[in-house]
């Protein structure tokens, strides 16, 4: 699959529109983890706008390719891109985390058209995901799974569990994304327990293994596509370093910690700054 400059350009503007979301959804609550979902929106631009194969109209279409969001938390984040992927009506927006919302503020699949599981007991995703791998497996399906999870999760035994089983089932149709921003709920992910040297590991449990910048969109497209044009029969994994608050730069340089705190004057701000930053005006936005 040939990367041509327009591909790049509207991948960005799938990855603006996806923070954009992000950010407007913050807005009505005042929280969430928007830090982390400013940082990943590159990484579910080109998964979901470059290889997942779905249908917005049949988000249970049996042919679809199945994304997990193990890390519960950043709900906010795929919600942005269900949006923008057409999964989840815009509209919804304004009733991010309130009562009867379909986005409730951690995932759950019962709830939200496009939520393939309930995550949030983190080390849990990949385990399901080996299990809807294998079951595509036996199905004879050609459908992929991909499954986003965080560097905290590789603390937890039952990933790594995980990953010796999708290596022994030789399960080419699962897709691992680590998301790298060394941030999780007690400390810098590296401190609480340091996880590197994370390819080396995947690779030492029978993974084809990429990493690369999360923020930058050339070497994405390249990883991704490299991970899923493999003729290898061993799973894929694609770790991302990536910039909690990437794109609003007066997030970008605010302290790091598990929750970026936003103030309640700033996301007009955070908007303002997005839109600077993508060159995006005011008509632009209503388009």
């Known amino acids: 699959m040939g990367v041509e400059q327009n591909d790049i350009e509207q991948l960005r503007q799938h990855a603006y529109r996806i923070r954009r979301n992000a950010l407007l959804m913050g807005e009505v609550q005042g929280q969430g983890y928007v830090g982390q979902a400013l940082g990943v929106s590159d990484v579910l631009a080109v998964a979901y706008f470059r290889h997942l194969n779905f249908k ?15 890390i519960g938390h950043y709900a906010i984040a ?23 919302s379909i986005l409730p503020m951690s995932g759950m699949a019962a709830y939200t058209p496009g939520m393939e599981i309930t995550g949030g007991s983190l080390g849990h995703g990949l385990g399901i995901g080996v299990g809807m791998a294998l079951g595509l497996k036996r199905k004879q399906s ?34 691992a994304i680590v998301d790298v921003n060394d941030q999780q709920a007690d400390d810098k992910s590296s401190t609480v327990l340091n996880y590197e040297p994370i390819a080396d590991k995947w690779q030492a449990f029978g993974w084809e293994t990429w990493r690369v910048d999360g923020n930058n969109l050339e070497a994405l497209v390249e990883a991704f596509d490299a991970a899923v044009n493999s003729t290898s029969d061993k799973p894929r994994v694609v770790i ?22 936003v103030d309640e004057n700033e996301w007009s701000l ?18």
């Open 270 to 287: 955070a908007l303002q700054q997005l839109d600077e930053v993508y060159g995006v005006t005011g008509q632009e936005q209503k388009a």
């Open 78 to 100: 795929l919600y942005a891109a269900l949006v923008e992927a057409g999964i989840v009506d815009e509209q919804e927006i304004d009733n991010y985390g309130s009562d009867d």
């Open 56 to 70: 917005p109209s049949d988000p249970e279409w049996e042919g679809r390719d199945r994304f997990l969001l193990s």
């Open 142 to 175: 050609a459908s992929r799974i991909y499954n986003l999870l965080s560097d905290g999760e590789l603390n937890e035994g039952a990933t790594w569990e995980a990953a010796a089983s999708a290596a022994h089932w030789k399960l080419d149709n699962l897709v």
């Open 240 to 261: 991302c370093n990536t910039l909690m608050g990437c794109g609003v730069p007066f997030l970008e340089e605010r302290d790091k910690t598990h929750f970026i705190r």
